[in-house]
């Protein structure tokens, strides 16, 4: 009987770590810099640096403005284009060439702005 619960709780010690790793290291990934993201949004402000702008591509609409937005909410807009869920064809583009760290910098530059 000893050695099945000594088995079984070195197995879920293991287990336990191995997760701890993963989570923990996906975590350091995901946490933007927002000095690196304002080095990358060259891309991003020939829409979304110009107050009130409206684009004819594909349709004519006023582009929103994301300075001040959610981290959490500029991560999944970005995520949900570079996936195809969303559908506009530049942001699909832009977001396509974006590693999760780009994004996770973007985002933070663009919620650290007012």
């Excluded at 989570?23 to 009130?52: L, Q, R, T, Y």
């Excluded at 004519?60 to 064809?89: C, E, M, N, W």
Aim: aromatic share 12%.
């Amino acid at each position: 009987m000893g050695t099945f619960w000594n088995d079984n709780l070195k197995h879920f010690t293991l287990g336990f770590l191995g997760l701890w790793i993963c989570f923990g290291a996906s975590s350091a990934i995901a946490a933007g810099d927002i000095e690196a993201g304002a080095n990358k949004v060259s891309m991003c402000v020939g829409c979304h640096g110009i107050p009130n702008y409206k684009t004819a591509f594909p349709k004519t609409y006023r582009v929103p403005r994301i300075a001040g937005q959610k981290v959490d909410y500029l991560v999944s807009a970005l995520k949900a284009y570079r996936s195809g869920q969303r559908s506009h064809p530049s942001m699909k583009a832009v977001a396509g060439s974006m590693t999760d760290q780009d994004i996770a910098d973007i985002a933070a530059y663009y919620a650290s702005l007012n």
